[in-house]
Each structure stands twice: as C-alpha cells, then as structure tokens.
C-alpha cells in the first residue's frame, strides 16, 4: 500500500532545499513562480530540473522553447519567495527590482544565483510536470541561500 500523501510529505519535509524563483516573458509579460523542486540534471550538457504542479498558473506557458531564469533566492528574500508563491500572478512582479537577461527574462535583483536556459522538454510526474531546461548563462553572487525546510523557512548558519 502506497504511502498516504500527509506522511509522505511530513518525511520530505526533513529534507531541506534552496529556494528559486522561475521567471519568463509572453510577449511583453513578465510571470514567475516560487519553485522549491528544483535541482541540476547533468554537467554535460549543462541541464537543470524543475516539478512544476499543474495547477500552477505558469504550467501551461512553458513549452520547449520557452527562455526562463531560475533566480535562486538568498537568505534576505523570504518575503519575495511568499509573493511569487501567494500573490495573484499578473502582480508579481509590482515594486520589485530586476534586471533583464540578454533574452530579457527578469533577473530579481539580490539573489544567491541565477540560471538562465531554455525548456527542452518536459515529462509527466503525476501531480506535477518536470521541466528541464538546458543551461547557456549563470552569475553567482556572495550570498547566504534562502532554505526551506520542515514547511517554513530556514538560514543557513555556518
């Protein structure tokens, strides 16, 4: 018998992960979403790997082709992480700062890194889709990185 989802995600909890916010452009549009089921794929090529839950509003944006920045978030940014996750999408991106990429694709201002790439494809994960991406740009900065661990956030102390 399959585990119930309640304790399965009790025991996924224990197991801390950054945090990033995915973010595109539709014509001229800017969207984005918290992602925390995010994780590299392969050094060569350079693939990262993000779940994105269907019902999410950006889901269905986000064929092979489509040019996304993965920011990922530094300890400061908690509260940017809460409003790409709760606020309605087409408000995201009010009062905060960012830069574009070369494919202009918003760059939030302050994160740990970003990764800039394009969706290759996708695969069924069933509540979610895995979206991978193949990378072609990436900055690091001298930061501390936003966690998220047992359904709250986290610092990482060292």
């Known amino acids: ?18 945090v990033t916010v995915l973010t595109t452009r539709v014509g ?5 979403m ?19 839950d269907r019902s999410a509003d950006l889901h269905d944006i986000l064929p092979a082709g489509q040019r996304v920045v993965f920011n990922i978030l530094s300890a400061s940014q908690e509260a940017l992480s809460r409003r790409f996750s709760e606020v309605e999408g087409s408000r995201r991106f009010e009062g905060i700062g960012f830069q574009r990429d070369p494919h202009g694709v918003a760059v939030l201002e302050d994160v740990l890194a970003w990764i800039e ?11 979610h889709t895995i979206f ?26 060292r």
Do not use: K, W
């Not at 001229?28 to 984005?32: E, I, M, P, R, Y």
């Not at 925390?36 to 779940?51: H, M, Q, R, T, Y």
């Not at 790439?117 to 509540?127: F, L, P, Q």
């Not at 991978?132 to 102390?157: Q, S």
């Open 1 to 18: 018998m399959p585990l119930d989802p309640d304790s399965f995600r009790s025991v996924l909890g224990r197991f801390a992960s950054g």
């Open 28 to 32: 001229d549009q800017d969207l984005g």
């Open 34 to 52: 918290t992602v925390s089921s995010f994780c590299s794929l392969s050094l060569e090529p350079p693939l990262v790997l993000a779940c994105v």
């Open 117 to 127: 790439g394009r969706i290759e494809r996708h695969h069924d994960g069933g509540d």
């Open 132 to 157: 991978i991406a193949l990378v072609d740009g990436a900055t690091t900065n001298d930061l501390r990185p936003l966690l998220y661990y047992r359904g709250g956030y986290a610092e990482l102390e």
